[in-house]
């Protein structure tokens, strides 16, 4: 009996041991089935924006900023300018100087050059087959096409569409309006210009002017700085150990195609980049009164958003000391052949004087020659074509409605 009762025991301990053997075994064999799924590797989220980035600012970056957030990949459409003439006007940058401004932004991963103005139903096809775009995002401002019906229309109806939320503070308006106090001097055709330019790029509220009216009068900035914003520009890291620093500075105002080449230029001389921002006083003391357009903060953003800048030093100094070399383990300082203020070297108190002696210094050939007066007097120059293109338009209005007064025979 005895025996009897040990292999019973026996028998119960090893069926108990096969069943939560058993047990184990299946409960890992679901575990690892569960847990394959996510080691696959899954199709990444592409999400499409896109726009004209015409005279292209922190607001337009902040925009692929959020909406590079919404998934994996951001693949961004660039309009073109012949899509541009004909719903607002002539751009004041070209499609080439766009594209180089757009590639350069760091939340950016594709670029699909001559977008159309508005998403038609073929293109959007092609968004969805040919580049895999799960979503279509667009700013919580309307874009209204000249019919009066909404560019995103086909998006939302298909529910692809998601919205993102405007940076408040900053307008194409505004800096129109920041420019023309560089030439008002210059100009003839009083406030009436004045007001139809800021119509032709005008994308939000009227703000009110430095002399404290609403009308056509200088804008000043409203945009208020905050360090949350400077974070989620910001790269977050610094240079290696044994890093090769590259140091550029300038005034870099109205961030444009020029600044992003000679950025891509000093990059490639070093490991990282480091980018001086003057500070508005400076830029004042060097290039006039009216100078800078964008603040301190807002020129700063603009070169943080490119992927070229690694870092910036917000209020740099104007002359390059050996204790600020020193302090940043400067390896190299570069400087372009392109810009307002090269006559520096002709002055006795050259800002440059350290790096040269210390045998770190390198001029830069630049690859555009574009600076900030050159996208001022194309701001003029668009506004005398768009005043030529509303004239003719006028024009041909009145003989339409000429003739068709004659033919009925009012």
Known sequence: MGSEGENGQLSSRILASWLIGGLVIGLSLLGLNFALPKNRKKRPIRVYMDGCFDMMHYGHCNALRQARALGDQLVVG???????????????TPLSERMIM?????????????APYAITEDFMRKLFDEYNIDYIIHGDDPCILPDGTDAYALAKKVGRYKQIKRTEGVSSTDIVGRMLLCVRERSTGGSHNHSSLQRQFSHGHSHKSEDGGSGSGTRISHFLPTSRRIVQFSNGKGPGQDARIVYIDGAFD?????????????????????????TDQTVSANRGAHRPIMNLHERSLSVLACRYADEVIIGAPYEVSKDMITTFNISLVVHGTVAEDNDFQKEKRNPYSVPISLGISKILESPLDITT????????????????RNEKKAESERRYYEDKSFVSGD
């Open 254 to 278: 109205l961030f444009h195609a020029g600044h992003v080449e000679i950025l891509r230029l000093a990059r490639g001389l070093g490991d990282f980049l480091l980018v001086g921002i003057h």
């Open 373 to 388: 007066s050159t996208i001022i007097k194309r701001i003029v120059s668009n506004h005398e074509a768009y005043q030529r």
């Open 102 to 114: 757009v590639s350069a932004v760091k939340w950016v991963d594709e670029v699909i050059p001559d």
């Open 78 to 92: 660039v309009v073109s300018d012949a899509e541009i003439i004909a719903n607002k006007g002539p751009p004041v």
